[in-house]
């Protein structure tokens, strides 16, 4: 015999187990009806005996074989000694009355315990012809002499047999049905463990690559900006003029590093960020500018944009699409190509396509595409189009595809537009006056570095700057004095950071406008009415001024 043929050994052990229950049953069941049977007068003492005789020698041979571990044949033995024993006593006993056929169910209830439910289901149909012949014999009174007469004893007994058999028969299923439970909800939490070990060590493996890259692209940007740094250093010294290249160069490898930061903080992670109205064509044209340094030269960018297309999205958010789609169609075209990005709006919706000239993709992989971890290249991790589609539908739009091998991709995104009336220009607003507490800001910045650019770029506006290194004493300080036009504070800081900081000042200080600055993270939007600012860095200085400027004027 095969041994995949076998009963596996826990299922062996459960038959063994629930063999020598229906035997124990048997015998306590047999020694109940032989008692009965020889307290009834109207029964043949000797008939009794010799009945139930060879059901006590049947169970203990059957006790032996189990033992010997014969307990699939016993099983077979078993349940179909019993029901050749009932059929015998419905032929032989008065037919169908007194309830001896009942046993029937036992037996069924038996074979499908022990065997298997196909077993049970052949049993109840045998049993059901069987009993089908023995009515017809008795409606025509052609039954054999009856060995015993019919006594409500010997149908108390059939009854009390029936209803233990299958009793014991049903705890021993239930016991089954819950040890299997059991061992299915362990194999399924070891298939989740697996799983959770697998998506792991994928997501180490893509930070790992990531690293890499990052490390190379930050080396060689970090030895741009020294180089420019030394430059101008050597200059001032030179008491020369900078020529305009080194500042050009500078300012490229800065915009590289901050797409390069924007990359390390979509790994592992959906980006939060609040939706608002979102100008996607202005966003999708800035964002083309820094695709060249992602995508390589060899691939030609084309951008065509709707004036005024304005979507219910998140900055952070579309970036983080762009991202995935421009690398995907990067992967698409290793020896160059047109990578396409147009912006177009109706009246409800603004659409986002991006295609390329790549290789296409079949009906099979497009069916596939957005399913976490599939991929069809060699190193890819699977996880670009999943985040796509999971950053699309947070912003309640839709995503499609339209490819053919050899032909290209293209992805339409479609989100719901936001129509934003245009407001007549205002005047400037007026100078503020420098002898005002108006220009005196309270700086909370923890690393010394950045402390410094920013206390120079608001001393150059004209602001009178005092620095802290952390949120207590930044408190401290407004407790003491509090005649700050507005607070400036990292997120991340040490024993009490921006956040904890601004909550309690929208309680002690509700009219102090508040800017928050952050490298990694957005701040929940604010539950109260106090004035509350946010910029991401790398900041430039035009744009921390201005969201400066617009939190203290209010």
């Not at 220009?425 to 005002?436: E, H, I, N, R, W």
């Amino acid at each position: 015999m095969l041994a995949s043929n076998r009963p596996a050994p826990a299922d062996a052990a459960r038959r063994a187990q629930l063999m020598m229950s229906v035997l124990r049953t048997m015998v306590a069941m047999g020694t109940v009806g032989l008692i009965a049977a020889l307290i009834d007068r109207r029964n043949d003492p000797l008939v009794s005996v010799v009945f139930y005789a060879p059901i006590f020698a049947a169970v203990l041979w059957m006790r032996h074989m189990v033992k010997r571990g014969h307990v699939l044949l016993t099983a077979w033995v078993s349940s179909m000694f019993f029901w050749v024993l009932i059929a015998f006593v419905t032929l032989c006993f008065g037919g169908l009355q007194g309830g001896n056929a009942a046993c029937f169910g036992v037996c069924t209830m038996m074979v499908g315990s022990l065997v298997g439910g196909r077993a049970a289901i052949a049993v109840a149909a045998m049993s059901s012809a069987w009993c089908g012949l023995v009515a017809v014999l008795e409606v025509e009174h052609a039954l054999p002499m009856q060995l015993g007469p019919y006594t409500p004893i010997n149908a108390w007994t059939a009854i009390t047999v029936t209803l233990v058999m299958m009793s014991v028969l049903l705890r021993n299923s239930l016991e089954s049905i819950r040890a299997m439970h059991a061992q299915a909800a362990t194999i399924a939490a070891e298939r989740d463990e697996a799983l959770r070990r697998s998506i792991q060590a994928q997501k180490m493996e893509l930070v790992g690559n990531l690293a890499g890259g990052v490390a190379h692209d930050f080396n060689n940007l970090l030895m741009v900006i020294v180089g420019v740094s030394e430059a101008l250093r050597e200059d001032q010294l030179a008491e020369r003029s900078s020529p305009p290249q080194l500042l050009d160069d500078l300012d490229a490898a800065t915009e590289r590093a901050m797409l390069m930061t924007r990359q390390l903080l979509t790994v592992g992670r959906v980006q939060a960020g609040e939706l608002a109205p979102v100008d996607l064509g202005e966003l999708v044209r800035v964002f083309a500018l820094l695709l060249p340094r992602l995508i390589g030269p060899t691939i030609k960018i084309e951008v065509e944009t709707d004036p005024d297309v304005v979507a219910h999205a998140s900055r952070v958010g579309i970036e983080q699409i762009l991202l995935n789609l421009a690398v995907n169609a990067r992967d698409a075209m290793p020896d160059g190509g047109t990578l396409g990005l147009r912006v177009l709006a109706d009246a409800r919706h603004v659409r986002l396509l991006v295609a390329d000239s790549g290789s296409g993709m079949s009906t099979d992989v497009q069916r596939q595409a957005f399913t976490p971890f599939f991929t069809t290249k060699t190193t890819g991790t699977g996880l670009g189009l999943a985040t796509v589609r999971s950053a699309v539908e947070r912003f309640g739009g839709t995503i499609e595809i339209a490819s053919e091998p050899g032909k290209g991709t293209t992805f339409e995104i479609r989100i719901a537009r936001v129509i934003v009336d245009r407001p007549a220009p205002k005047a400037d607003p007026p100078a503020l006056a420098a002898t005002s507490t108006t220009r005196r800001l309270l700086l909370a910045e923890d690393d010394p570095l950045v402390g410094r650019v920013m206390v120079r770029i608001f001393e150059q506006a004209g602001f009178d700057v005092v620095a802290v290194v952390n949120g207590a004493e930044a408190l401290a300080l407004i407790e003491r004095t509090g005649d700050f036009a507005c607070v400036v504070s990292d997120i991340s800081m040490p024993i009490l950071d921006g956040l904890e900081l601004a909550a309690r000042l929208a309680v002690s200080h509700p009219s102090l406008p508040v800017l928050l600055v952050s490298g990694d993270r957005a701040p929940p939007q604010a539950s109260s009415g106090a004035p509350r600012g946010f910029v991401a860095k790398p900041i430039e200085r035009r744009g921390l001024l201005a969201a400066l400027e617009q939190l203290i004027s209010g």
